[in-house]
């Protein structure tokens, strides 16, 4: 028996969350003794990437480089990680939880008869049956899961999981399979960013402004920030609203969901309708003149102060740093 764990990549990259499903699947491996851990990849990648699977700890990575596989159709996906997934006689198919993982794992649930266990955040507890903890409510509380089927999926959600750094080399094998054209019964004609910049759902870092920003003209500051950082920028409902700032850019509730390593709060209140999207951040900075902002109870670090002057200290420390 083998884990398998597939690789989401983009623009030429193995994404960070991927390669934290891997250690993930190769701790559980260590754990439970559940075999290899192999990683698969879909579509055009180079190996020089592939190569971080085994530092992240696979033992080997099957790549299937169809151009038709290049971008993120679901069916297609599904069906060659079924394939795979028959193919290396795996047990449990690890993935990172992302929206493309969501949707891929739950074709794969009904093509492999799987469990399927998603926003998981510690290895399984086989003690008593096979328990798995997951993040529920915007990781607000914990629900722990009783699998009851041999063949199971786990999606691991972001920055739950320490990154491996010390694995080894890894055999590339590259393969090529059947897929029937029905799997294509969708194709992605055009992809156009929202922003040249990077997107927000999958940033590592975000820098968000606030209604203490006072107008879409101090946003550059914000932005210079950003960009130092190499962080993608995100507001309050009130700004996008407003009109200081686009639509796509709005965090919380009724907005997008982050959830990076680090999440940047500049001149936002900390409105429970706000933090219901950030409180997935690792690590929440909190920019506010008032010191009893709510958003200072939710922060790992809060510095109290005017924005206008501490952006640019910031952004300068920052530079000075590199
Ligand atoms: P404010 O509440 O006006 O806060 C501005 C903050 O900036 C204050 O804390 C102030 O002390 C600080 N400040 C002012 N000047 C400075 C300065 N110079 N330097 C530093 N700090 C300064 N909101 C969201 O963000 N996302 C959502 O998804 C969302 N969904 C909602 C859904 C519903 C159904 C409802 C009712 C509300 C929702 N809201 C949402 C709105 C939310 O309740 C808050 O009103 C909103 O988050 C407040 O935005 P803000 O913090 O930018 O503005």
């Known amino acids: 028996m083998s884990v398998l764990v597939y690789i989401e990549h983009a623009e030429g990259s193995v994404k960070k969350t991927s390669l934290e499903a891997i250690s993930y699947a190769k701790a559980m491996s260590e754990k439970l003794s559940s075999g290899e851990v192999i990683a698969v990849a879909l579509g055009a990648i180079s190996s020089e990437e592939l190569a971080k699977s085994g530092t992240a700890g696979a033992s080997k990575v099957i790549l299937v480089n169809d151009s038709k596989l290049n971008q993120g159709i679901i069916q297609a996906h599904a069906e060659a990680i079924a394939q795979v997934y028959k193919k290396v006689n795996a047990s449990t198919l690890v993935l990172a939880k992302s929206s493309l993982g969501d949707a891929v794992a739950a074709r794969l649930a009904i093509k492999l008869d799987a469990a399927l266990v998603s ?62 054209p029905e799997n294509f019964a969708t194709t992605i004609t055009s992809t156009d960013k929202a922003t ?36 993608a920028t995100g507001c ?49 900075v909190v920019i506010n003149k008032d010191p009893d902002a709510p958003f200072f109870k939710a922060a790992d670090y809060g510095i109290v102060g005017d924005a206008f002057e501490i952006l640019p200290k910031l952004t300068e420390a920052v530079k000075a740093q590199k």
């Open 119 to 180: 926003n998981v955040i510690e290895l399984p507890d086989t003690t008593s049956g096979y328990k798995v903890k997951r993040s529920i409510y915007t990781g607000k509380a914990f629900a722990i899961t009783q699998v009851n089927s041999a063949h199971k999926i786990l999606a691991v959600k972001k920055n739950a999981v320490a990154l491996k750094t010390d694995g080894k080399e890894v055999a590339i094998e590259e393969i090529s399979l059947q897929i029937a």
């Open 236 to 284: 309050s409902k009130p700004v996008s609203d407003i009109g200081w700032r686009p639509h796509h850019e709005h965090v919380g509730q009724t907005g997008v969901k982050v959830s990076p390593t680090l999440y940047i709060a500049v001149g936002i209140s900390g409105a429970i309708q706000h933090l219901a999207g950030v409180n997935s951040s690792k690590c929440i």
């Open 196 to 231: 040249g910049e990077i997107l927000l759902p999958e940033a590592d870092i975000v820098v968000s402004g606030g209604r203490g920003m006072k107008g879409p003209e101090n946003w550059g500051m914000l932005e210079a920030l950003a960009k130092e950082l190499g962080a």
